[in-house]
């Protein structure tokens, strides 16, 4: 057993607002995340690290995030 795990970055997610001029792409249902100005629309934004390297960032719509089952974990505000 090593400790270095803990040293290690993992993919994270957050929740946070749709801001004005988004162009993401849900990695899940490929739709844009796009900004509602009414709606208050929340993105998930995900950190995904591969062999403890940052990767790339993924956005997803908050329902996707819950129905592609948390991938990076549960996202935090
Ligand atoms: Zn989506």
Redesign the pocket.
Known sequence: MTTLGQLVPVSRAVVRLVEAGSDAT??????P?KFVARAKARQVIANVYEDGRWARVEH??E???E?AGHPYGEARA
Not at 26 to 31: F, V
């Open positions: 849900c990695r899940y249902c490929l739709a995340v997803f719509h329902d996707c995030y129905r």
